[in-house]
T-cell receptor, first 117, second 109 residues
């Protein structure tokens, strides 16, 4: 299971921070990757980035958010987090965390993040 | 980057067969996943690697992929199949990007 948490409202130009707690699996799994995906009417489903462990940590991110996104694992809490900097109203969306390497087989429940002042 | 094109909507009567397409140049060389999303819920993967059903998904759901089109077929459509369906590939050439299609709304008449 993936349990997502974070604030529902973020002010423009601030940093959006979300956490996804993992149960029944490990963030250290060498057969999984841990992803952030968002969904909005204007952008549809949009993969944002991921982190995964294969003897060392790797990260990938979408070109649309590269430079603004950080995905970080937390081994002690068995979770991973998303930070998206300098947000604008265009970043308003339902955000999901998901498990999977090239296919997303488990998803968190999703949380609506609104960027507004 | 990879662009996946789906029809915005497909309508079918109960008991009939629904066909949802996902088009892109040479998509047949990629591994395609299909997700079902009901209103207010997270997407659920129904088919992975072109043709393999996820655990718990009825045999009525099947996938294929060849040339420039991947297809999700739902036979003996039921009212509970009404949902949005999205295709997805992993774009290695674009730098390890997860790419989704725009989605198809399946309406059961």
């Amino acid at each position: 299971q993936l349990q997502l948490s974070g604030p529902g409202l973020v002010e423009p130009s601030q940093t959006l921070s979300l956490t996804c707690a993992i149960s029944g699996d490990s963030v250290l799994s060498t057969s999984a990757a841990w992803n952030w995906i968002r969904q909005s009417p204007s952008r549809g489903l949009e993969w944002l980035g991921r982190t995964y462990y294969r003897s060392r940590w790797f990260n990938d991110s979408a070109t649309s958010v590269k430079g603004r996104i950080t995905v970080t694992p937390d081994i002690s809490k068995n979770q991973f987090s998303l930070e998206l900097k300098s947000v604008s109203p265009d970043d308003t969306a339902v955000y999901y965390c998901a498990r999977g390497t090239m296919a997303f087989n488990y998803w968190g429940q999703g949380t609506l993040i609104t960027v507004a002042s | 980057s990879y662009v996946l094109t789906q029809p915005p909507s497909v309508s079918v009567a109960p008991g009939q067969t629904a066909t949802i397409t996902c088009a892109a140049k040479n998509i047949g060389s990629e591994s395609v996943q299909w997700y079902q999303q009901r209103p207010g819920q997270a997407p659920v993967m129904v088919v992975h690697d072109d043709m393999y059903r996820s655990s718990g998904i009825p045999e009525r759901f099947s996938g294929s992929n060849s040339g420039d089109t991947a297809t999700l077929t739902i036979t003996r459509v039921e009212a509970g199949d009404e949902a949005d369906y999205f295709c997805q590939v992993w774009d290695f050439n674009g730098g390890h990007l997860g790419v989704f299609g725009g989605g198809t709304k399946l309406t059961v008449l």
